[in-house]
């Protein structure tokens, strides 16, 4: 059997896309853990050791057992200070969960919202019982079973639920700058945007309110925050960005306007180029032929 350590980062990131869930033991897979700090898929880590995680407004300091979720739509930074970190590390897609009938929407998880409870603490007790459910799906992972992927999926069911009875942790403490914190995670998401890469898939996320959604805070908090730090309103960062990456589209690509308008998410053309001109003076078109 091929030892994990020597498996390229590549084969990892191509089963996960793949199969839409990885598993695998932390101090035997170092270098992968640290390629999805990409965060692109929902994360259940079972890890013992001294680390702080940052995640949106709140830090939290850990020294030994917990159960961390981390949802791909929240940014979040973790700093391991032991010098020997163990434990697993279950990655997956919400599309792979979805096939589960009793599957919920993720975001809508206490354990993976933004003003929920993402970090658990675990007694030796709790650790071994979660030990072995991360054993059987690294088991189950390896095999040739026809339906390990529904056994895959139930292991998962059974580590939610059996977080979502344990008592919340209180060792939270809030940012001294809770503004800042939440100003950081919205800019990080802006700019997890771009750049645009096909002119088939529109933007996602276009107003402040997208935003705040995403972020499951209000959206007058998020704005707050965000003039508060920032000096600037939401909208202004949301449209400098826009902004940007069209002037590069129109720059280096040899899209039609009609195809850059629909990427950065304008229902109609029109609504583009009166965007534009209002931000530049100009239009479109005039813009691209100036820079030919």
């Not at 390229?8 to 869930?21: Q, V, Y």
């Not at 919400?94 to 970090?119: A, H, M, N, V």
Request: glycine share 4%.
């Amino acid at each position: 059997m091929t030892n994990n350590r020597e498996r390229p980062i590549s084969e990892f990131n191509n089963e996960l896309k793949l199969k839409g869930f990885n598993v695998f033991q932390i101090e035997k897979d170092g270098n992968a853990t640290k390629i999805y700090s990409r965060k692109d898929f929902y994360k259940i880590c079972l890890t013992t050791g001294k680390s702080i995680i940052h995640y949106a407004d709140r830090s939290f300091e850990a020294h030994d057992t917990i159960l961390f979720f981390g949802n791909p739509h929240i940014p979040y930074s973790w700093e391991t200070l032991s010098t020997k970190y163990v434990g697993y590390t279950c990655l997956f897609s919400e599309d792979f969960l979805k096939q589960s009938e009793r599957s919920d929407s993720l975001q809508q998880s206490p354990l993976f919202k933004l003003g929920g409870t993402p970090i658990l603490k675990i007694n030796e007790t709790q650790r071994e019982f979660l030990n072995g459910i991360f054993t059987k799906m690294i088991e189950e992972q390896q095999s040739d079973y026809a339906f390990k992927d529904d056994l895959i999926r139930n292991y998962i069911q059974l580590i939610l639920h059996e977080a979502m009875k344990l008592q919340p942790s209180e060792n939270y403490d809030q940012h001294k700058n809770a503004a800042s914190r939440l100003t950081a995670v919205f800019l990080e998401l802006l700019e997890r945007q771009f750049p645009i890469e096909t002119s088939g898939k529109p933007l996602q996320l276009r107003t402040a309110q997208d935003y705040a959604n995403h972020l499951s805070v209000h959206v007058n908090y998020l704005n707050r925050a965000i003039k508060e730090v920032t000096g600037k309103p939401t909208t202004t960062h949301i449209s400098e960005r826009i902004l940007s990456e069209s002037r590069a589209l129109l720059q280096h690509t040899n899209w039609n306007i009609s195809e850059i308008a629909y990427s950065l998410g304008f229902e109609y053309p029109t609504y583009f180029n009166n965007f534009f001109k209002k931000q530049t003076g100009t239009n479109p078109k005039a813009f691209r032929n100036l820079e030919v």
